[in-house]
């Protein structure tokens, strides 16, 4: 099956710095890359989505100019959280939908983001 | 609007079958999923159905009414790892996804 990692899984930073979060696809080629966040015991919320080589779209509410996100690559996305804060803790997912795969979302292993 | 609906938590015993219901309204349909989370990971895929009717795969069987815009997974002979929560996800006209809240399936012995 195909196989979706995500680099760190565990992030403790300290407040006003910058965190990246790399997204990757290991065995196909991931057209369309996409960004979640998870509040405990809520669900999954959608931040962004990513095609590779354009711009992320980016969903109401989220900042881009914190968020920035980069698919630079059919295999690599990344998530740039600016200036962390406090509130910016939480539990980041990645997911990635293939070229011949156009229905089916891959994830990633997520990603524990602390700012302390 | 968009919109997904399944219940906040069941309860159910082991060795038991629970029925997690989902009812879905999306700008046009290209399908619908049923995801496995457990508590500090990531969803896994358990199942996706686009034309009516009931998928059966192993322990888990989901079903689909696209008329009714309404889907049920089942899970049959209930394990203690089964407990987790459950996500449904309707698929829009632009393959985007739309999430439930998801089911929080409790399974006592």
């Known amino acids: 099956g195909a196989v979706v990692s995500q680099h760190p899984s565990r992030v403790i930073c300290k407040s006003g710095t910058s965190v990246k979060i790399e997204c990757r696809s290991l065995?196909?080629?991931?057209?369309?890359m996409f960004w979640y966040r998870q509040f405990p015991k809520k669900s999954l919320m959608l931040m962004a989505t990513?095609?590779?080589?354009?711009?992320?779209?980016?969903e109401q509410g989220v900042e881009k100019d914190k968020f920035l996100i980069n698919h630079a690559s059919l295999t690599l996305s990344t998530l740039t959280v600016t200036s962390a804060h406090p509130e910016d803790s939480s539990f980041y997912i990645c997911s990635a939908r293939g070229l011949a795969r156009d229905y089916e979302q891959y994830f990633g292993p997520g990603t524990r983001l602390t700012v302390t | 609007g968009q919109n997904i609906d399944q219940p906040t938590e069941m309860t159910a015993t082991e060795g038991a079958i629970v029925q997690i219901n989902c009812t879905y309204q999306t700008s046009g349909f290209n399908g619908l999923f049923w995801y496995q989370q457990h508590a500090g990971e990531a969803p896994t895929f358990l199942s996706y159905n686009v034309l009516d009717g009931l998928e059966e795969k192993g322990r888990f069987s989901s079903f689909l009414s696209r008329s009714k815009g309404y889907s049920y997974l089942l899970l049959k002979e209930l394990q203690m790892k089964d407990s987790a929560s459950y996500l449904c996800a309707a698929s829009d006209s632009n393959y985007q996804l739309i999430w439930g809240a998801g089911t929080k399936l409790i399974i006592k012995p």
């Open positions: 065995d196909f080629q991931a057209t369309t």
């Open positions: 990513s095609n590779e080589g354009s711009k992320a779209t980016y």
